[in-house]
Nanobody, 126 residues
Framework: QVQLVESGGGSVQAGGSLTLSCAASGYTVSSYCMGWFRQGSEKEREGVAAIDSDGITNYADSVKGRFTISQDNAKNTLNLQMNSLKPEDTAMYYC????????????????????WGQGTQVTVSS
């Protein structure tokens, strides 16, 4: 049984940093595309960052230069380092894992990810 469990969310002031982690069980994080998504209040879930099995990364324009996605193969976790946080980054953040090869980018449709975590809340105050 595959489980993805996010952690690391919280409340910070604008300009602050947080690191999110997604612990995977029953799934190897380096297998296929994995991504981070977020969903703000009354907004659609959007792709934030993605990383493929070769470690190639892709970011949404809104977070480029501020967020870094990475995999820790020893711990089997997917991480998202978030710096220079802005109030508009406030959202529930989810990790997702694909179950077969394919294009790995923030535009990869949600339905092409086979597993999702339960989410972790990030709140950025001004």
């Amino acid at each position: 049984q595959v489980q993805l469990v996010e952690s690391g969310g919280g409340s910070v002031q604008a300009g602050g940093s947080l690191t999110l982690s997604c612990a995977a069980s029953g799934y190897t994080v380096s297998s296929y595309c994995m991504g981070w998504f977020r969903q703000g209040s009354e907004k659609e879930r959007e792709g934030v960052a993605a990383i493929d099995s070769d470690g190639i990364t892709n970011y949404a324009d809104s977070v480029k230069g501020r967020f870094t996605i990475s995999q820790d193969n020893a711990k089997n976790t997917l991480n998202l380092q978030m710096n220079s946080l802005k109030p508009e980054d406030t959202a529930m953040y989810y990790c997702a894992a694909a179950t077969y090869p394919g294009i790995c980018s923030v535009s990869r449709p949600r339905h092409l990810y086979g597993f999702w975590g339960q989410g972790t809340q990030v709140t950025v105050s001004s």
